[in-house]
């Protein structure tokens, strides 16, 4: 993938990490030289920093695909917090793979204990315009992102425990994350595991590289931020 697009699926990330938190704010996303690791800065009106996180994208199965699945840190001085704030997972519906399902949810399992599992509502609506609008050569050529946040409070400030206990096992250094997108009825439709022993969480230097970028976008270049 293109540095071009790894910046706009980072900004993405942000966006649907950060959105909501206050009114009015700019969130600045900078990359890494190593582009799994972005800094998002929460930017006001005024210019001043509210906050930041730390955005991981965890290496695909796969090394010629995408991130599917970015780990958020919080930003702590100048280097990632040591426990996750959330992972978000991107989830796609393509080609002629996809399988015809009423509603759809996401689990993720860590260790193979911790689970946690969220519904993903826009699953349906994606099917239905597949099936409403087919483009002219069929479902072969249409396809669909969603994104899928699991954190330690749902949206309506209730605490999340299934979460949070996930988040804590990451923190401490779990083996394997693992990714499942179960049809209404239950049943697995697609299974991905995520080896996170085998890689490298954010590098101090990297996280700096990305923050001095973030801030100098802020400062010099707003116009580049995200707006929300």
Known sequence: MRLASLTA???LIAGLSLAGTAHAERVCTAMAADPSVS???????QGMVQGGEVHWAVPNVRPDLPSMVHIVYPLAGDRAGAQPLSIITLNTVSGEDIVRSATASIQIVVDGMEAAV????QYAQTVEQLNARP???GVSKAS???AVDFSSNYKDGKRDIDSSAALMRIGDGAHTLEVKLLGHDGVVMEDHVYRLF??????????QMALAASLKMAQQEPARCQMY
């Open 198 to 207: 085998d890689m490298a969480t954010p590098a101090v230097g990297d996280v």
């Open 9 to 11: 699926l980072s900004s």
């Open 118 to 121: 969220r519904a993903w509502d």
């Open 144 to 146: 669909f992102l969603g």
């Open 39 to 45: 800094v998002s800065l929460r930017v006001s009106d």
């Open 135 to 137: 483009p002219p050569d």
